[in-house]
């Protein structure tokens, strides 16, 4: 009798995962593509370091802004229904970026891709934890979306520089936002009967999803929150001025979006080692070992020749990305099991929103002092992590 349930039910996680997955590769790879494109606008318009760091703060700012309204919409209207019209709005943001003639057109175009990507993260991971009712099967499930992610920071950077190379960025941009509406087509097709899960998911988002707790009782939990938010910011400053770092070492189009697939690369892998690090050594050595590795690698990319700041980038990417998963792990233990729905709002919505603002912060410095002393400036922010730790002695599992 129970035979016909599961199978029903294990189709049903297939389907939610290919769903989310397959949204998460296209949204995450659009987002980190963006950093290709960057230096060639800066000449093409004649663009400051600020306005750069200004353009990825449109796409980013916006996407963490609405990331809470959308998913008090997608109770409204469905939640696979507002997936899939968030990735057709992106792709076509996407897709228009190579008729923008001036930069206030780009930034438009950046706002609606962002206002399609805030839909993705709060809406596939809901629909695969609904999915998957076990702990274990719902974390492989979740780990697995995870890692899509990093696929797509790999693939769609690298092809846009191979585009863009063979081509000019704009074919580029219109190519990559068809490729996007393919994937709405696919996603449809994945999607369907998934409705009536997605409208699961999404109960009960407006009691409790938005609320918010003080200080005292959850030091632990703020402090947790605090070093993502200078995480986060690292990691959206640099890698926004990284292609320009390299520019300055002479390397071309291609060369910057193999070395950012390489900082991605090193980034998936740095959720397996950062995982193996924090059992073996426990999160909070694993967390100041990557945030000092972090820093001296990005001081590394200053000093260091093109060709070593190459084979550099995967161990950035490693330590870049590693303390990312170990934070966003631990977050259910520094709250109570009512609160955890809240704590990670809170936390995606304080993290996302310091990776949006960062870029445009370290543009109007290296505007000031230049590129280089900027990232130095970067590079020490990290550091103002370790202090943060201690108020989490004793309260993490490992």
Same mark, same amino acid.
């Given at each position: 009798?129970?035979k ?11 389907k939610s995962?290919l ?7 296209i949204?995450?790879?659009?987002t ?8 060639i606008? $800066? =000449? ?7 306005? #750069? !760091?200004?353009?990825?703060?449109l796409?980013? +700012? &916006?996407?963490? %802004?609405? $990331? =809470?309204?959308a998913g008090i919409l997608?109770?409204? #209207? !469905?939640?696979?229904r507002?997936?899939?019209? +968030? &990735?057709a709005l %992106? ?14 057109w780009?930034?438009c ?5 962002g ?16 999915a998957?009712?076990?702990?274990k099967e719902?974390r ?12 797509g ?7 846009a520089?191979?585009l ?6 704009q ?7 068809l490729?996007?509406?393919v994937v709405v087509?696919?996603?449809f097709?994945f ?5 009536q ?9 407006l ?10 009782g959850?030091?632990a ?11 986060s910011?690292t990691r959206?400053?640099f ?6 770092l ?9 060369t ?7 900082i ?6 740095g959720?397996?080692v ?16 990557t945030?000092m590795?972090t820093a ?11 060709s ?10 490693v330590?870049?990305?590693?303390t ?6 631990s977050?259910?233990e520094l ?14 919505t ?9 870029p ?8 000031i002092?230049?590129?280089?002393i900027?990232?130095?400036l970067v590079a020490f ?11 989490l ?6």
């Amino acid at each position: 009798m129970d035979k016909p349930y599961n199978d029903k039910k294990n189709k049903t996680g297939i389907k939610s995962l290919l769903t989310g997955g397959l949204a998460h590769i296209i949204h995450d790879g659009f987002t980190d593509m963006l950093y290709v494109f960057f230096p060639i606008w $800066q =000449i093409q318009f004649s663009l400051t370091f600020a306005q #750069i !760091g200004l353009f990825k703060t449109l796409f980013s +700012g &916006t996407m963490a %802004t609405f $990331q =809470i309204p959308a998913g008090i919409l997608a109770s409204r #209207i !469905g939640g696979i229904r507002l997936l899939l019209l +968030g &990735t057709a709005l %992106t792709s076509s943001a996407i897709c228009l970026l190579g008729w923008a003639t001036t930069p206030i057109w780009l930034g438009c175009l950046l706002i609606c891709g962002g206002l399609g990507a805030s839909v993705q993260h709060p809406l596939s991971s809901s629909l695969i934890s609904n999915a998957y009712t076990q702990a274990k099967e719902r974390r492989n499930a979740l780990s697995t979306f995870n890692v899509a992610g990093d696929i797509g920071k790999l693939i769609l950077p690298a092809t846009a520089a191979v585009l863009i190379t063979a081509y000019n960025w704009q074919i580029a941009s219109h190519l990559l936002g068809l490729a996007g509406m393919v994937v709405v087509i696919i996603l449809f097709l994945f999607s369907k009967n998934l409705q009536q899960v997605s409208a699961k998911s999404n109960e009960g988002k407006l009691q409790g999803s938005c609320g918010c707790f003080g200080w005292k009782g959850y030091q632990a939990f703020w402090s947790l929150s605090m070093i993502g938010i200078i995480d986060s910011a690292t990691r959206m400053g640099f890698l926004t001025f990284f292609p320009f770092l390299l520019q300055e070492k002479g390397a071309g189009v291609t060369t910057i979006g193999l070395a950012l697939s390489l900082i991605f690369a090193g980034g998936a892998t740095g959720k397996l080692v950062c995982g193996i690090l924090a059992t073996k050594f426990g999160i909070l050595r694993s967390v100041i070992a990557t945030e000092m590795a972090t820093a001296l690698c990005i001081l590394g990319m200053i000093i260091l020749p093109l060709s070593a700041a190459l084979v550099l980038s995967p161990i950035l990417g490693v330590a870049l990305n590693g303390t990312s998963s170990a934070l966003y792990g631990s977050v259910p233990e520094l709250v109570s099991e009512e609160r955890c729905k809240q704590a990670f709002t809170i936390y995606y919505t304080a993290t996302i929103g310091a990776g949006a603002i960062s870029p445009f912060i370290y543009g109007m410095a290296s505007d000031i002092v230049g590129i280089k002393i900027a990232v130095v400036l970067v590079a020490f922010s990290v550091l103002f992590t370790i202090p943060l730790t201690v108020p989490l002695k004793g309260k993490l599992v490992h």
